[in-house]
């Protein structure tokens, strides 16, 4: 069952997460982190809780310089092996219920004219986000930073320019649940997204549906997996204006570094994402 949480629930464990990753390096108390965003030890370790299912102390580990490290090897191993076997073993399953309708910048010139999309901001339990859907598909998935909807939106039909765009919530907003299930995988129905892009930024994106949920890997290895090794800047830059948050999972790249750093929805969401995805993995 999804964990619902308010607009206000949201951007309070935002602040946290905020105040986490700027203080780490001091390990900041319980006591610390509550007060960070005005709220008792025990209500906050109980709505963090709640919503990452580890406490904040917990979390604050699995974001750490060291730990990132850590899982960056075994994650690249897990993915080489996974290669080997001919991307039969479970690094598959993110793409057994992801297909693809993949179109060229040169196909939406032809199609793209008069597209009709349908749209909503939504309550997740990572903050507000905006999906938006056409016939064939999801086309945008995006997370909506604190009172910034209209640059949300801006992304979305700076990507469908010429598109006809209906504000559809109530049609929309059951999709954002399905996809924060925590059971998903074992959907009969999988989610189709109709995305538009250039065949190496499409080769890319379909790449990162083969990382584990609770995995990251490097920019390097993201190039070296699709034959490009030398490309990792390109491969950056592919997963920089990855058009769907989440199910085309670029927030499990990071840095050769460790550091998660550089995500199109903020740094702060980037750690949630990756500490609460660990979280249900382990």
């Known amino acids: 069952m999804i964990i619902r949480s308010s607009p206000r629930t949201s951007n309070g464990l935002n602040k946290a997460i905020q105040f986490i990753e700027a ?16 709220l008792s030890k ?25 730990y990132t490290k850590e899982r960056l090897i075994e994650s690249k191993n897990l993915l080489e092996t996974a290669l080997d076997a001919g991307l ?10 992801i297909t693809f309708d993949a179109m060229t910048p040169g196909d939406f010139k032809k199609q793209g004219s008069g597209l009709q999309i349908s749209y909503g901001v939504c309550d997740s339990p ?18 909506v930073e ?35 299930k925590i059971d998903r995988q074992k959907s009969v129905h999988p989610f189709n997204l109709q995305i538009k892009g250039t065949n190496f930024q499409i080769n890319v994106w379909r790449a990162l549906l083969n990382i584990p949920m609770g995995c990251i890997v490097s920019y390097q290895d993201v190039a070296s997996y699709i034959g490009h090794p030398k490309a990792f800047r390109s491969v950056a830059s592919a997963i920089a204006i990855n058009p769907v ?18 995500y199109r929805w903020g740094a702060a969401r980037k750690k949630a994402l990756i500490g609460w995805e660990t979280a249900r993995s382990i």
């Not at 203080?23 to 005005?38: C, G, R």
């Not at 990572?126 to 997370?143: D, K, N, S, V, Y």
Request: some cysteine.
């Open 23 to 38: 203080n780490f390096k001091s390990q900041p108390t319980l006591d610390q982190m509550a007060k960070s965003v005005h």
């Open 42 to 66: 025990y209500h906050f370790q109980r709505l963090f809780k709640r919503w990452a299912g580890i406490s904040p102390i917990q979390f604050m580990q699995f974001i750490t310089l060291d």
């Open 88 to 97: 039969s073993g479970p690094s598959r399953l993110h793409d057994l219920f």
């Open 126 to 143: 990572l903050g507000e986000c905006l999906l938006a859907t056409t016939q064939r598909g999801i086309c945008f998935f995006g997370f």
């Open 146 to 180: 604190s009172g910034e909807r209209s640059e949300t939106l801006g992304q979305l039909f700076d990507t469908w320019p010429g598109s006809e765009f209906i504000e559809n919530p109530t049609a929309v907003c059951p999709i954002v649940n399905d996809i924060f």
């Open 245 to 262: 948050a989440y199910l085309i999972p670029c927030h499990r790249v990071i840095a050769k570094s460790g550091k998660i750093h550089q």
